[in-house]
């Protein structure tokens, strides 16, 4: 019974550090294509811009829920 609980906690951990790893990933991605969005200039680069950055915000904000979720603080 106290192997199940173990397995369990470290499973649970190691999602939590999968989840913190990817909020971070996802936050570098968002100051990238904040980024990209500043520094071009052709119109149709501007529309791929924020399409990007509007795909990259939805990403950080569902992980930043998940991380609510799990009461994890970032």
Do not use: H
Not at 61 to 73: I, P, V
Request: aromatic share 6%; glycine share 0%; net charge negative.
């Amino acid at each position: 019974m106290q192997m199940k609980r173990t397995e369990s906690n470290i499973s649970a951990d190691l999602r939590k550090q999968q989840l913190l790893e990817d909020i971070q990933k996802a936050k570098r991605a968002m100051d990238c294509a904040y980024s990209n969005f500043e520094n071009v200039i052709d119109p149709d680069l501007i529309d791929c811009s924020i399409y990007e950055l509007k795909a990259v915000q939805m990403r950080y904000q569902f992980l930043l829920k998940q991380a609510e979720l799990l009461d994890l603080t970032i």
